[in-house]
């Protein structure tokens, strides 16, 4: 195990360093959460005042020809290098929930022999949620659920699409993105992958994993503020076929010719529906910006290190570690299996060390690799196994605690 002396040495040398102090967290927190709500990035607040004061304020309506329009392009093509799209492949707009309907919908549509959504059980709730609606809104539409090793036999000559989660928000199980793309082809399906939980934390290779169609969320390791606009993906080989069901005026081929008849946008445009959130986006934006500076492979091996730290912590303590040992196996934080796991979790925030709980049993530490250090780990490891040894966990008083997040 990691000493304090050691972490910090570690840390001294970690390339990315320089990182944490662009993120405003506050003093007296280990913040193991960034996997749910990403920290403030300092620049952030300039951004949004910028936005406010200047291009609101100021310019007024002008600010749409100076940037505002282009913009949920302008940052998908950004976000297309962190994802291995190409330009023009992705879109910032809507949140993920609705991104995902847009996207299956439209599958579904295009592809009227088959009739199939699969996806595993214990997906993210809104993807199952989503996906349910959608199949409800198309006759002969259907979802399919099963356990992730029932996947390949499930995956047949019905499947119209392949919807899949590529890291578990709660295990951090991660999917073989090129394996299960090629699977969803062999089948005839096109895949879909949630980038929402990989994206800023893991490799994702969208193009070389040959992927169909993809969502990701902006607010988690993006740092985009909560509730930040989302994005999607659709593969450049794909988008003269499909048909964004949500036909706004943002998406058509002109929409300030006010046309009474729907045209589609060429390309990725198509797949905005109304007026982008343009404070969101500044925020995003920001986000966006700042993980793009950070080198991909320097993140990957951070966070594997992270973890390994942090595991090892773990086996110290006794802890039932359900995310996969192998780095290439898993996303960017550790899940832990614990009976007491929801008091233990708010006993942990009361010491500072903000991760969450999963029901029905599981501690999520989230282990950001742009702005967390080892010594955070050592930290953090040291205050769990305190509250462990002491059982002071136990107390009723955070049982108690109604759940929020
Ligand atoms: C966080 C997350 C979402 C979030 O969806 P919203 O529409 O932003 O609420 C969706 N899917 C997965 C896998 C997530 O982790």
């Not at 707009?93 to 088959?114: E, H, W, Y």
């Not at 993980?291 to 802890?319: C, H, N, Q, R, T």
């Amino acid at each position: 195990m990691m000493t304090l002396e050691e972490a910090q040495a570690r840390d001294a040398a970690d390339p990315l360093r320089s990182f944490r102090e662009r993120f405003a967290l506050p003093e007296g927190v280990i913040y193991l959460d960034g996997n749910s709500l990403g920290p403030l990035p300092r620049a952030t607040a300039h951004a949004v005042a910028d936005l406010t004061n200047r291009q609101w304020g100021d310019r007024l309506i002008r600010s749409w020809n100076e940037g505002w329009i282009e913009a949920p392009l302008r940052i998908g093509d950004k976000i297309a290098r962190l994802i291995g799209a190409a330009p023009g492949e992705v879109a910032v707009t809507d949140s993920t929930s609705v991104n995902l309907f847009k996207l299956l919908t439209a599958a579904l549509r295009a592809s009227p022999d088959r009739r199939v959504v699969l996806s595993e059980a214990g997906n993210f709730p809104t993807d199952l949620h989503i996906a349910e609606g959608v199949v409800a809104g198309i006759p002969g539409a259907e979802l399919r659920v099963v356990a992730r090793e029932q996947l390949a036999a499930a995956l047949d000559e019905t499947v119209a699409v392949l919807m899949l989660t590529h890291v578990h928000y709660k295990t951090a199980e991660r999917f073989d993105m090129a394996d299960w793309t090629a699977r969803a082809h062999d089948a005839g399906a096109l895949a879909l992958w949630d980038l929402s939980h990989s994206t800023g934390a893991v490799p994702v290779d969208l193009n070389g994993a040959g992927a169909d169609l993809a969502v990701g969320c902006g607010y988690k390791y993006l740092n985009g503020g909560p509730g930040a606009p989302a994005y999607l993906f659709v593969a450049a080989r794909h988008q003269a076929r499909l048909a964004n069901p949500l036909s706004g005026w943002m998406g058509h081929a002109a929409p300030f010719d006010f046309a009474d008849v729907y045209a589609p946008a060429p390309g990725i445009r198509r797949w905005l529906a109304g007026t982008p959130p343009m404070l969101a986006m500044a925020a995003l934006e920001t986000g966006v910006d700042l993980m793009l500076e950070a080198d991909p492979a320097l993140i990957a091996a951070k966070s594997a290190s992270l973890f390994d730290a942090f595991a090892a912590i773990g086996d110290s303590l006794g802890l039932d570690c359900v995310s996969p040992r192998e780095a290439i196996l898993r996303g960017s934080h550790i899940a832990f299996r614990h009976p007491h796991a929801w008091p233990l979790s708010q006993a942990l925030i009361e010491r500072g060390v903000i991760g969450d709980f999963r029901a029905p049993d599981v501690l999520r530490l989230g282990l950001t690799p742009l702005y967390l250090g080892f010594e955070d780990i050592v930290r953090a490891g040291a205050i769990l196994a305190d509250l462990l040894a002491s059982r002071r966990y136990l107390d009723p008083v955070y049982a108690q605690r109604a759940a929020v997040t």
